[in-house]
């Protein structure tokens, strides 16, 4: 039995925690200070950020207008240091190490043939809209697409007609464990929009692929503007292969297993694409040559991991992009097609290059 000492309540009742005025204030005030110290913080890196990649000394906006036409140049995404960042830019191809022209408009990945271009960018503010823009000669806009993802990989046909670019997508069901993507493919002559090539129908060994975890991306095209090769991959299984659709027919074709961001050659005879050669995180593809004569592969000289999809400079030269290690910088290399010679770095501070013929 208790006692009430006081005459009051029981002694043993769990005493009740008396919420005052002036706790609610402390406690509104530590918040208040907490999400200023957390304000304050990311505008401090993202200043730090800024400085990073705008501070620099390196080549800035200026000089004559970009243009798809005129001499032989290798444009690209210029990412040296300075007001130029992740501009577009152009060097002579005779010259790539030479003076950069860069010009005013911004790219997170761009591609350009025929006269024509496609700049993968990302608009607006606080609220990012990712985008592809369909660009003419003189890089002016003629369309506009909203994208369903980030922005990946970008390609135009050697006449300039046919445009495709692929994002990684989230929120996809059958992708909550791993990556998702959207290719589109676009005639700029008709205003055509294929949105993604899940739509189409895919067969392997003359059965369709019915799998609904199917992803396409890495499109180039032949010479016709109807022929064209691509990256599928399945989460199920986590194998990568070639295939070769037909767009008027609106079907692929499995060709060959681990075949990863093919692009054809301007001989349209042979592919280059990089190759899963270890389960390593750190070196898992290299870069092979397949002759599509032939199916013989060549591996090329180039060792390290080529995280992309290669260009060909030329009938005989491979180029593509490398990270520096200090952070999204990267230099652009080139490398012979037939297996032999030794990696050459074309340009420092670049990435995304496109050859102008």
């Known amino acids: 039995m208790s006692v009430d000492i006081d005459g009051g309540a029981d002694a043993d009742a769990p005493v009740k925690p008396v919420v005052t005025r002036r706790r609610v204030l402390v406690f509104a005030l530590v918040l208040v200070l907490l999400a200023g110290i957390a304000v304050g913080y990311t505008v401090y890196a993202v200043r730090r950020e800024d400085d990073r990649l705008y501070g620099g000394d390196g080549t800035a906006p200026g000089g004559p207008p970009l243009s ?3 001499a032989p140049r290798l444009l690209f995404r210029s990412t040296e240091s300075g007001p130029g960042y992740g501009r577009l830019a152009t060097v002579a191809a005779a010259d790539p190490g030479g003076p950069r ?61 046919m445009a495709s670019w692929t994002v990684f997508v989230y929120g996809d069901s059958y992708a909550s464990m791993t990556f998702s993507t959207r290719t589109s493919i676009l005639d700029t002559r008709t205003g055509e929009l294929t949105a993604n090539l899940e739509d189409f129908t895919t067969t392997r060994d003359g059965k369709e692929l019915k799998s609904p975890d199917r992803n396409f991306w890495g ?17 199920s299984t986590g194998r990568t292969y070639l295939v070769r659709g037909d767009l008027a027919a609106r079907t692929m ?49 180039e060792t390290h991991s080529v995280d992309d ?17 200090s952070g999204a910088a990267g230099d652009v290399w080139s490398v012979p097609a037939d297996g032999g010679g030794a990696p050459t770095r074309l340009v420092i501070g670049g990435f995304s290059p496109a050859p102008l013929r």
């Not at 060709?255 to 390593?280: A, H, M, Y």
């Not at 999809?309 to 290690?325: E, K, R």
Request: aromatic share 6%.
């Open 68 to 70: 798809l036409v005129g």
């Open 101 to 161: 022209t860069v010009g005013e408009r911004s790219c997170d990945r761009v591609y350009a043939a025929g006269g024509t271009a496609v700049c993968l960018a990302t608009e607006g503010g606080l609220t990012r809209t990712p985008v592809a823009l369909v660009l003419d000669a003189d890089l002016r806009q003629v369309r506009r697409v909203e994208l369903a993802g980030t922005p990946n990989r970008a390609r135009v046909s050697a006449s300039g007609r």
């Open 219 to 235: 499109v180039t095209f032949t010479g016709d503007d109807n022929t064209f090769y691509a990256t599928l991959s399945t989460n």
């Open 253 to 301: 074709t499995v060709l060959r297993e681990n075949v990863e961001c093919p692009s054809l050659s301007p001989d349209g005879t042979r592919l280059v694409f990089k190759k899963k050669i270890s389960q390593s995180t750190r070196n898992p593809w290299r870069l092979h040559v397949l002759d599509l004569a032939t199916m013989r592969e060549t591996p090329l000289a």
């Open 309 to 325: 999809q290669a260009i060909w400079i030329d009938d005989h030269t491979v180029g593509y992009a490398l990270p520096t290690g």
